[in-house]
């Protein structure tokens, strides 16, 4: 099936901008290529064409294809969705949710990130790998096989962090201490309590980690 999608999969032409309805509901959520629900949202090709319609409101760690509507993937006549090699997408925003494509190392495809938190440090999250786990962009917390807010569902995700403009920089349960610790050592005593594992400035608790620092930041 995926081997199929990607033969199918092509970008737009140069300077080719998908002509819109007249009248957008932007508000609504609506089903679509592979059971996926769908938003009115805004996506940016690595080449910097813009392009406007309804958009998956989930990544998925096995896709390798970014489906898109000009027009609501329910509208008469029904149409076919235009696929993206996800490796063409720069970032893409849903309603007031972020992805980007973050280059993951030489060896390593790049791949679409959701961004859970923004600021002066910026905190992503990657599904794990197995079992065909999906994260929302919608909702408190990434959907995953298990709840990434889970200690276990946590864990097997990939989480990174990052300063605008820099690399990512991923963290792991063994050495989260010293990597988050290190990370935000501007802020002295943030990074104390995280590297003695105080309670509250654990794994688990990363993103409210991240939330403080960019909180003090500001």
């Given at each position: 099936m995926l081997v199929a999608l990607l033969l199918f999969a092509a970008s737009l032409p140069p300077g080719q901008t998908p002509a819109l309805a007249v009248a957008v509901d932007t508000t609504r959520l609506v089903p679509g290529f592979m059971n996926q629900q769908f938003a009115w949202g805004t996506l940016v090709l690595q080449d910097g064409r813009r392009l406007q319609g309804y958009l998956p409101t989930a990544t998925t760690a096995l896709s390798q294809v970014v489906a898109y509507y000009p027009q609501p993937p329910d509208a008469k006549p029904a149409r076919r969705p235009k696929l993206l090699l996800v490796e063409k997408v720069r970032w893409l925003r849903v309603r007031d949710h972020y992805a980007e494509l973050l280059p993951l190392g030489k060896d390593v495809e790049a791949q679409l990130a959701v961004r859970r938190q923004a600021g002066a440090?910026?905190?992503?999250?990657?599904p794990a790998a197995e079992a065909s786990p999906v994260t929302s962009f919608l909702g408190?917390?990434?959907v995953l096989a298990q709840p990434a807010a889970s200690p276990d569902g946590l864990a097997r995700a990939s989480w990174?962090?990052?300063?605008?403009?820099?690399?990512?920089?991923?963290i792991t349960p063994?050495?989260?201490?010293?990597?988050v610790a290190a990370f935000l050592a501007d802020d002295k005593a943030l990074a104390a309590k995280v590297a003695?594992?105080?309670?509250?400035y654990r794994f688990a608790d990363l993103e409210s980690i991240v939330q403080q620092y960019n909180r003090h930041a500001q």
């Open positions: 440090v910026e905190l992503f999250v990657l408190a917390t990434p990174y962090l990052r300063r605008p403009g820099g690399p990512p920089h991923l063994q050495a989260f201490a010293t990597q003695a594992g105080a309670a509250g």
